[in-house]
């Protein structure tokens, strides 16, 4: 299959496509598997929106040379239905509030990326706040609280001190309940 031993131009095109992307039935097997690649891609837990944007685009620009396309509609059902669970709000608000007739699957991924960097961000701040909260004095101003002498830690916590403790790390993931918060806390104060 060389190209010195070709007389025409049509003669060169064959014998370099079949050398490059292959006869009728290797692009035929290489369309089936990359339409089943395509089917099976799923976002995985630690991959950001980028980058699974990045591997379908990939997908979709190698099965376009094979001569399998997807339609737009395709390509952004296929984004919203294989984004991890945490991705849900968004996913519900944008098939309620979208016309997938003349969506684009660019402002499908840019929306889902606002989302990502919405969550990210609101996490970081939770995590500051739960961490400041923990290692934060209360204030030894408030009168009817005794000290210890020792650390300068009040022992009297109050009812509202404990809410506002419990939701933040309600929010971090880290204690379910009020009721164990408010359980342990007024047996502390009661000893005291």
């Known amino acids: 299959m060389q190209v010195a031993g070709c007389d025409t131009a049509k003669e060169i095109w064959d014998s370099l496509k079949s050398r490059f992307i292959g006869t009728e039935d290797i692009q035929q097997a290489h369309s089936q598997q990359l339409k089943s690649e395509f089917e099976r891609l799923l976002m995985k837990e630690d991959e950001s929106i980028n980058s699974f944007a990045g591997k ?4 979709i620009t190698k099965a376009a040379t094979y001569g399998l396309t997807f339609d737009e509609q395709t390509k952004v059902r296929k984004v919203l239905n294989a984004v991890r669970d945490k991705f849900l709000p968004i996913v519900a608000t944008i098939e309620m509030i979208v016309d997938f007739k003349t969506v684009k699957l660019e402002e499908i991924i840019g929306k889902l990326k606002t989302y990502e960097e ?17 290692f934060t004095r209360l204030g030894n101003d408030r009168k009817d609280e005794r000290n210890d002498g020792k650390l300068g830690l009040p022992l009297r916590v ?32 009661s000893t005291f």
Do not use: C, W, Y
């Open 56 to 59: 379908m685009m990939s997908i």
């Open 118 to 134: 919405r969550i990210k961000f609101r996490k970081g701040n939770q995590e500051d706040n739960s961490e400041k909260l923990l």
């Open 158 to 189: 109050t009812v509202d001190q404990i809410v506002g403790l419990e939701t933040t790390l309600q929010t971090a993931r880290i204690i379910p309940t009020l009721h164990i918060f408010t359980g342990i806390f007024k047996t502390l104060n």
